[in-house]
């Protein structure tokens, strides 16, 4: 099959699943060594929620191949997926669920993480937002889901050696450079579609995601009162 090169992934987009996978390496490594570590597990709960933001803007205001409208998978294209009939650009059907699936166990993960307590001597930063029984709950949420997602960051992996080696697909190097040779008919597809992702949308997408950063951190929330000093007997 003639194949056509093209420009896939955009730099944002590489940039965002490189960043993406170093905070959640790091995260799992400061959550499971506990301690000190705990203060840097909050912090960098905090940057993977500028991330998520930053990508839920760009998968609407981005270019043709990050937009999630563009790899949103539908009952043909799974089917024709299953038959061995698809030949698109991008995620295929079944790795699009995948990064659907990880996106969403993702932002469970950092929101439960922000109201969670370890009931020792860490808070989430919007701790003071809820009571203790709701904080409890969040952090049993925060605990369990993180089985979900090392499950399908593991499945992840797993479908990218897959096609490096099974299928000789290497879904790696496009998203180191960008470039990716497609079938024709998918290449006119992604150039149909409006371009998108100029410098305004960027623009407003790392503004969008540092706001929702400084939300997380709680900076925002005012501090308790001071405790009243203890009354001193009248002698």
């Not at 024709?80 to 995948?98: Q, T, V």
């Not at 937002?129 to 797993?158: E, F, M, P, Q, Y």
């Not at 790696?172 to 409006?194: E, F, I, N, Q, T």
Request: proline content about 6%; some cysteine; glycine content about 10%.
């Amino acid at each position: 099959m003639t194949l056509e090169r093209i420009r896939l992934w955009d730099l944002p987009t590489r940039l965002f699943h490189w960043s993406l996978v170093v905070l959640v390496a790091a995260a799992v490594i400061t959550g499971k060594v506990g301690g000190n570590a705990i203060e840097w597990h909050g912090r960098i709960g905090q940057a993977v929620v500028g991330l998520l933001t930053f990508r839920i803007v760009w998968g609407f205001a981005g270019t043709a191949s990050a937009r999630f409208l563009t790899f949103l998978p539908a009952p043909a294209g799974l089917r024709a997926y299953l038959r061995g009939e698809w030949r698109g650009a991008g995620h295929n059907p079944l790795g699009a669920l995948s990064v659907l699936a990880l996106l969403g166990v993702l932002a469970v993960q950092t929101v439960s993480g922000l109201f969670a307590n370890d009931d020792i001597a860490f808070n989430g930063p919007l701790y003071a937002l809820i009571d203790k029984a709701t904080s409890d709950w969040a952090s049993g949420v925060h605990r369990l889901s993180v089985n979900l997602l090392l499950t399908l960051v593991a499945l992840h992996v797993g479908a990218v050696l897959f096609y490096v080696h099974a299928r000789k697909d290497n879904l790696l190097r496009p998203m180191l450079d960008g470039w990716k040779s497609v079938p024709p008919d998918a290449a006119a597809d992604l150039r149909r579609r409006r371009r998108g992702g100029g410098l305004v949308a960027l623009l407003c997408a790392l503004s969008i995601a540092a706001g929702a950063v400084y939300a997380a951190s709680g900076a925002w929330i005012a501090p308790p009162p001071p405790a009243a000093a203890p009354a001193t007997p009248d002698w």
